[in-house]
C-alpha cells in the first residue's frame, strides 16, 4: 500500500535528509539496530515488580492498589493493539513511535512528580500508567513492526530478536536499577529519580526511532521495491479491498478464537505472576532484602535466552519443513510446571527461583512463538491487525488473575507469614488455566490447521 498522507507528512523531512545521501542497505541495517533498542525501552515496564515495595512503603498503596496499576498497564497494553495495528498496516510504524514517546515521556514525569511530592488522586495514576500501558504496545509494534517489514523473509530477525531485545529490558533494567544512586537514601527505589530517567531515556529513544520507521517508508517506494525484496514478501501491492478480505477471512476462521482463548489463560497468568513474583518472593523468604531482584533476574534472563533460542529453533524446523507445533507444546508444559512449582514452594527459596525461571522460559517462549504463527498463517499484510487483536485477551486475563490474587493475598497474607501457602489458590487456578490451554491448541492444530495442510 502507498504512503498516506500522514506518514507521509511525519517522514518527508528525514526521508529528504536519509535518501540521497546513505545506501537503502545501510539504511535497513540503521533502522533495524535503532528498532531493537526501542523493543529494550519499551519492555522497561517488565520490571513493574520492583516497584511494589517503594509503593507499599512510600505511596502506602496495598496489594490491590498494586495490582489495579499493573491492571491499568496490561489494560493500556493489551486493548489497543488491534487499533494499533490497524494504524501502523494504514500509516506505517511511525505514528505508533510518535504516539508511545508523548505517552511515556508524559506519565512517567508525572510519576515522578507524584513520589516526590504526593498524589491528589490514585484515579489519576490509573490513567497516568495506563497511558504507559498503550505507549508500551505501541512502542514494540513499531519496533516489531519495523523489523518485520526490513527482514520479512527471516522469521529470526523478524520477530525472535525484536522480541528477544524486548525481554532483555528487564534483565538491563534490573541491573541497572541496583545503583545507589537510584535509592537516595532509601532501603528502596526511590521512583522520582527512576521514573524521570525513564521519561528522559524514551525522549531520546522516540527521536532515534523516527528515523528507523522513515526508513521503512522509503522501502515502500516503487523503486526501492524493484531493487530489493518485497516489502510485505510478496504482497506489497495488496489493495484495500484485499486487505479488507484477508481481516474478513481472520474474523471469520474458528482457530482464531481458540488462539485468542490461549492467550487469556497463559499470558494472564504470567503477567499476573511477573507483577506480583516480588511479593509471592518476601512470602517465601521475608528475611531476604535481596530476594525480590534475584527473582526477577531469574526471570529475565531465561525469558531472554528462551526468546533467542526459541527463534532459531524455529526457523531451523521451517527449514526442515518441520512443524513448529511442539515449540508450542513445550512452552505450555513448563509453563504448567512452573505454577505446580509455585503452588508447592512453601518456604523454599531454591524452589520460587526455580519457579520464576520457568516461568521466564514460559513467557519468552510463548510471546516468540505465537507470533511467528500468526506471521506464518495470517500473513504479513495484517500481521498488525492479526496479532494486535490476540493481544487483548492478556488484557482481561491478567486483570482477572491479578484481582483475584490480590484479594486473596490482602485477606490471607497480611499477617507475618513463612511460606506462600496463603496465595496458594491462585496458582492452583493458573496450573488448571495452562492444562486447559494446552488442550485448545492442540484441537486447534489437529481439528484446523493440520487438515488445511498450513505450513507451520
Not at 508524559?106 to 497516568?128: K, M, V
Not at 517489514?149 to 533494567?173: D, Q
Not at 537510584?182 to 530517567?197: E, P, Q, S
Request: hydrophobic letters at 45%; proline letters at 4%.
Amino acid at each position: 500500500m502507498s504512503l498516506s498522507s500522514l506518514e507521509h507528512w511525519l517522514t518527508f523531512h528525514i526521508r529528504s535528509c536519509l535518501h540521497p545521501k546513505f545506501h537503502i542497505t545501510t539504511l535497513r541495517k540503521v533502522a533495524f539496530v535503532i528498532a531493537l533498542v526501542s523493543c529494550v525501552a519499551s519492555g522497561l515496564v517488565s520490571i513493574i515488580s520492583l516497584f511494589t515495595r517503594p509503593w507499599h512503603s512510600h505511596m502506602h498503596y496495598t496489594s490491590l492498589q498494586i495490582n489495579l496499576i499493573s491492571s491499568a498497564v496490561n489494560l493500556g497494553g493489551y486493548l489497543t493493539p488491534p487499533l494499533l495495528g490497524i494504524i501502523s498496516d494504514s500509516h506505517g510504524p511511525v505514528v505508533l513511535s510518535w504516539l508511545a514517546t508523548v505517552g511515556f515521556v508524559s506519565s512517567y514525569s508525572y510519576g515522578s512528580y507524584i513520589f516526590e511530592h504526593g498524589e491528589a488522586h490514585f484515579s489519576l495514576t490509573i490513567i497516568a500508567f495506563s497511558v504507559i500501558g498503550v505507549s508500551t504496545s505501541a512502542l514494540f509494534f513499531s519496533g516489531l513492526l519495523t523489523c518485520a517489514k526490513l527482514f520479512p523473509r527471516s522469521k529470526f530477525l523478524s520477530i525472535s530478536c525484536p522480541t528477544t531485545f524486548y525481554g532483555l529490558a528487564s534483565l538491563i533494567g534490573s541491573e541497572i536499577l541496583k545503583n545507589s544512586w537510584f535509592f537516595h537514601g532509601y532501603d528502596y527505589l526511590d521512583l522520582g529519580r527512576v521514573f524521570k530517567a525513564f521519561a528522559w531515556f524514551h525522549a531520546v529513544v522516540g527521536t532515534l526511532t523516527w528515523v528507523s520507521t522513515s526508513v521503512v517508508t522509503i522501502l515502500k517506494s516503487p523503486v526501492e521495491q524493484e531493487e530489493h525484496e518485497p516489502l510485505l514478501d510478496g504482497q506489497s501491492g495488496i489493495s484495500t479491498n484485499d486487505y479488507k478480505e484477508r481481516i474478513g477471512r481472520f474474523f471469520r476462521d474458528p482457530a482464531m478464537y481458540l488462539i485468542f482463548f490461549t492467550f487469556f489463560l497463559t499470558i494472564g497468568s504470567l503477567e499476573m505472576f511477573l507483577t506480583n513474583m516480588g511479593s509471592v518472593a518476601i512470602l517465601v523468604s521475608p528475611e531476604d532484602r535481596d530476594i525480590q531482584p534475584r527473582v526477577l533476574s531469574f526471570y529475565a534472563f531465561m525469558s531472554t535466552i528462551t526468546r533467542l533460542i526459541v527463534g532459531l529453533v524455529a526457523d531451523f524446523f521451517a527449514s526442515h519443513k518441520l512443524s513448529r507445533m511442539p515449540i508450542l507444546y513445550v512452552g505450555l508444559a513448563i509453563g504448567l510446571t512452573a505454577q505446580l512449582l509455585v503452588l508447592n514452594v512453601g518456604s523454599n527459596t531454591n524452589l520460587i527461583l526455580l519457579a520464576s525461571a520457568l516461568c521466564g522460559t514460559a513467557y519468552g517462549g510463548l510471546f516468540t512463538i505465537f507470533p511467528t504463527l500468526t506471521l506464518s498463517i495470517w500473513g504479513y499484510s495484517i500481521f498488525g491487525t492479526a496479532y494486535g487483536c490476540f493481544m487483548v485477551a492478556p488484557a482481561f486475563g491478567s486483570t482477572m488473575f491479578g484481582i483475584l490474587y490480590a484479594r486473596i493475598y490482602d485477606a490471607q497474607c497480611s499477617t507475618a507469614y513463612a511460606g506462600a501457602q496463603c496465595v496458594s489458590p491462585v496458582f492452583s487456578l493458573t496450573a488448571v488455566s495452562f492444562g486447559v490451554a494446552f488442550v485448545a491448541c492442540a484441537i486447534t492444530y489437529i481439528c484446523f490447521w493440520r487438515r488445511k495442510g498450513l505450513d507451520i
